[in-house]
């Protein structure tokens, strides 16, 4: 599925569309990147709080106009920008969303806040055209979530637990601002998309040294677990998430009575991201997808959106 909305998207095919990023942490600085990197996504404004700040520092070093305006200078834009990314945190979405609302603009949320319609790319494709706010719930939920939905679509699962661990020094400060909204969400989408009622999430900091790659491990319960049909259904599900994430990898799974432990390493794929940072890689693709996708809709009313 991503693999053929991702060709929509393909060069020459789909008119570039204006985004602005809102939020100039690490986040934020893979945003602008992945953006330009893009062949149908434009990078109309970075906008932050801080002028000092090294998200706009590196922002307006690539070219693409800043602000330390915040949500102000998107809202007071000539025309609304066809897409919004917000990398900033949970309690300032709801309100963004508030002021974006009446504007013909797609906003894209990368905080837990749980406003907008869930999307994970290989399970639920992007969004429909009427969405207009789209979560992308969570680093480890979009880790999890493709093969816990998989298992899930095989088997009656029992008991589903993620168990996501990030290096420390990659968690900023919005991440541990949100760190009860990161786990109830992500609690929330795992039965929202497998149908298990019985679930948990836990997010842990790793302070170690060497940093830690980014990690999720997928405790199951499942009644009459096959290991090889378990593994056949997992490594469907990672071939998939790779066809927009090539850092994600199945490391193990194994399979003891009813009992399944899938353990996923993601590694970035970024200008400036480490290596290990894939948790917030794998968010970003996915958020990057989303909005192509959108660029692919646009496309049959080309030269008459806002923002172009």
């Not at 491990?217 to 066809?243: F, I, L, Q, S």
Request: with cysteine.
């Amino acid at each position: 599925m991503a693999v053929a909305e991702r060709a929509l998207a393909g060069p020459g095919t789909v008119p570039p569309i204006t985004v602005a990023v809102l939020g100039t942490g690490a986040i934020g600085q893979d945003l602008v990147g992945k953006v330009r990197r893009s062949a149908v996504l434009k990078c109309g404004l970075v906008a932050g709080r801080n002028p000092e700040s090294a998200g706009l520092r590196h922002a307006a070093a690539l070219g693409c106009p800043t602000t330390a305006e915040g949500i102000g200078a998107i809202l007071a834009a000539p025309r609304p920008f066809d897409v919004v990314f917000d990398a900033t945190n949970a309690m300032s979405h709801a309100e963004h969303w508030r002021l974006l609302r009446p504007l013909d603009t797609l906003l894209i949320d990368l905080t837990p806040s749980r406003v907008g319609r869930m999307v994970v790319p290989t399970v639920t494709g992007t969004h429909p055209p009427a969405e207009r706010n789209v979560s992308l719930i969570s680093c480890g939920g979009q880790a999890a979530i493709p093969v816990a939905h998989a298992l899930a679509g095989r088997y009656e699962v029992a008991y589903l637990e993620a168990v996501s661990t990030v290096a420390g020094g990659i968690a900023g400060r919005a991440t541990r601002l949100n760190l009860d909204e990161y786990v109830a969400t992500t609690q929330h989408a795992l039965t929202e998309f497998t149908g298990v009622r019985d679930t948990k999430a836990i997010l842990n900091i790793s302070p170690a040294a060497p940093p830690a790659t980014f990690r999720t491990a997928v405790h199951a319960v499942v009644p009459g677990a096959d290991a090889a049909t378990v593994r056949a259904v997992v490594a469907g599900a990672a071939e998939r998430v790779r066809a927009h994430q090539p850092g994600y990898e199945v490391i193990a799974c194994t399979v003891t009575g009813d009992r399944v432990v899938i353990s996923l390493e993601v590694t970035a794929d970024s200008d400036v991201l480490p290596r290990y940072a894939g948790n917030l890689d794998i968010i970003n693709s996915a958020a990057v997808l989303v909005a192509e996708q959108h660029a692919a809709r646009l496309a049959p009313a080309a030269g008459t959106g806002a923002g172009r």
